[in-house]
Each structure stands twice: as C-alpha cells, then as structure tokens.
C-alpha cells in the first residue's frame, strides 16, 4: 500500500506570491491534517479535514486555507507569502477523523520564500 | 491549549547503548503517539500508546496516563536510530484529528 505522497518535494517562492502544496492519503484514508514545521516554532497544527469538511483549524492567519476533494487528496494554499512561511509542511493521513487514530505523514514539502 | 514537555533536549550515545526519552503533557489525553523524524524530514509513526506498554523490536514505550507521562526505551542502540524523536498529544476537549508535539529530543548515535 503506497503512502502518504506530497507534491512538490521542494519548491521557491518571492514574497508575495501564492503556493499550492498538494497531498495524496494512504489508499482509504478519509482524514488529511496539515502541519508546519520551522527552526523556532517547532511542529504546529494547520487544519484538518475530513469527508471534504475542515474539522480543525490551527492559529494560522486567514493567508492559510486548504481543501480537500471526494478522492480525500488535500491542497493546501498560501497567499501573499512572506519570509516567515518558509518551512517544511507536512501532511499526514488517518483513516477516520477521531481520538484514536494513528497517523502517517508524508515526506513534507520544503518552501523557501526569498 | 495543553503543553507538552520533551527531555533531554539532545542525547549523544554510543552504539549500543540504551536509553529512554520523557515525554510530559499537561492535561488528560486519549491520544499519545510518538515519532522519529528521519534526515529526509519524514515523520515515521513508532507508537500509538495512550496509555500502557507496548513494544516493537528494540523500541518500547509506556504511557502513564494518570500521572501525565509517557517513556520511550531505545535498547542497543544503532546510527540510524539517530535523529529527532517528538511525542504528540491529543486532548479530551479536541474534536477530530488535532495532535500538539513537543520540541523533540534530538539523538545522535556514534559508531
């Protein structure tokens, strides 16, 4: 069973652009969650969703948005990047959206923003 | 929001050798998994563990739910056990999937 693949693997942006992040779940996995890892913040929670729904969000600015499709892959979107959002994001999979699920995070995408 | 406290910060051992990562939460959990964040940036689920013990080869973990702690043991251990190992946490009051980590415990294993 393939696991959770995110797309691209590193990418550069400038400030003001926008980034489009996308993530593919485990096979039969409902629930993706995304999370943004930095040198000074550490790991933190974006959103999660579940069923095409957003069941979770994070204390991310209104710069941050995400989606998820009926085939439950996820794009995550940030608009008017600025230095501070560079970062590794990650993704990761459940298969149901609850307290009990383990999860599986892809490999992350690497953002640089110049 | 609940805390959640790695220690030590950084471990250096010889190959192996054995230790064990604390992990500290400050609130009631149902949810408690520990990671190994390889060099490439993955995270590699080791354990789902809210509480009791379990163990996968030379790995163990146990979790105290009621003293709000978890332990991972790493026995003989190897070069490439090293890396940064988190501990996630979800609290009672989430709703969903929503884990807080912890800072991590950066472990270098030398041949």
């Known amino acids: 069973k393939a696991g959770v693949t995110q797309t691209p693997r590193y990418l550069i942006k400038t400030r003001g652009q926008q980034v489009t992040l996308s993530c593919s779940p485990i096979s039969g996995h409902r629930s993706v969650s995304w999370y943004q890892q930095t040198p000074g913040q550490g790991l933190q929670f974006l959103f999660e969703y579940f069923s095409e729904t957003q069941r979770n969000k994070g204390n991310f600015p209104g710069r941050f948005s995400g989606r998820q499709f009926s085939n439950s892959r996820s794009e995550m979107n940030v608009s008017t990047l600025e230095l501070g959002d560079s970062a590794l994001y990650l993704c990761?999979?459940?298969?149901?959206?609850?307290?009990?699920?383990?999860?599986?995070f892809g490999s992350g995408t690497q953002l640089s923003v110049l | 929001g609940i805390q959640v406290e790695q220690s030590p910060p950084d471990l250096i051992l010889q190959e192996g050798a054995n230790s064990t990562l604390r992990c500290n939460f400050s609130?009631?959990?149902?949810?408690l998994q520990w990671f190994h964040q390889n060099p490439w940036g993955q995270l590699i689920n080791l354990f789902y563990?809210?509480?009791g013990t379990k163990q996968n080869g030379r790995l163990s973990a146990t979790t105290v739910a009621t003293e709000r702690y978890s332990l991972l043991y790493i026995s003989s251990s190897q070069t490439t056990d090293s890396g940064v190992y988190f501990c996630?946490?979800?609290?009672?009051?989430?709703?969903?999937?929503?884990?807080?980590f912890g800072e991590g415990t950066q472990l270098t294993v030398n041949p």
């Open positions: 996630a946490v979800e609290s009672w009051e989430t709703s969903g999937s929503r884990l807080t």
């Open positions: 609130d009631s959990v149902n949810n």
């Open positions: 563990i809210p509480s």
């Open positions: 990761a999979s459940s298969l149901v959206s609850g307290r009990d699920e383990k999860l599986f």
